[in-house]
């Protein structure tokens, strides 16, 4: 969504307490009137997110050296995400080179008004809001208000073409159907079917015995369930719908799913 350019909310300063990746720290007023400014809301246990990163790290490559500054917000939707390792590790393994400020508290995340994973914010020279996008998509539009507030930087600047899409589902106006609804445990345990003991947690259901295992019934063009405890490394993990624990203290805190593309003529 486009905001006016003469719009009067700016972005918010960084708490100093607040932990950073990648970087020591960052303050807003630091980067006025030399930078662009895209601050992302993100879970590295959201596949929503993690799909998006490819478009981040796009643009952070294409435009950083032009005035860009890409920022990740890590507000954790899932207990293990509150967790500093956790957070690094993913960091790391998803390569990210962008600064990474941690919000497990998610006072970051209600300074924004933010409303879910992943989230954009786009920010002018002078730090006004310009442009919002909740959710996958408007990638095309995100990348051009980019380049808009560049060319404000500098007017004659030479910028390249936009990134092709990525998949054929994020084709701008293409059509989705709509899938199963995401399932967040222990909230909608009823909606599985259940093998053996799992007790609830604060956000999951756990094995007590090896051998247990649940299954949910969807209608999606991909499921993804997300784990944790035992030795797995917490995250989402793609699934046909169906957890098997192998040993005593799988965490199931969820299924995750996505629209199935769109039919290729």
Sequence with gaps: MRIPPDSEIVAPEFAPELEWLNVAFLRVDKLLGRNAILVEFWDFARVNSLRTLPYLKGWNARYSPLGLKVIGVH???YSFGREHDAVARAV???EIPYPVVLDPAGGVWQ????????ARFLFDRRARLRHVHFGEGEYLETELMIQEMLRE???DVELPEPLDPLRPEEAPGVALEPQTADIVLPRDRDRLEIIR???DGEDYIEA????GA???SFDAGAAYAVLSGADLEPGVYESD???VAETPGVRLHGFQFLPRAPATA
């Design 197 to 199: 003991d799992w007790t």
């Design 111 to 118: 300074r924004y008004g933010n409303k879910g994973w992943p």
């Design 208 to 211: 007590k015995d090896a051998g």
């Design 75 to 77: 507000t954790p939707g």
């Design 92 to 94: 790391e393994r998803l």
């Design 241 to 243: 719908g169906r957890v």
């Design 153 to 155: 930087i500098e007017p």
């Design 214 to 216: 649940v299954e949910a």
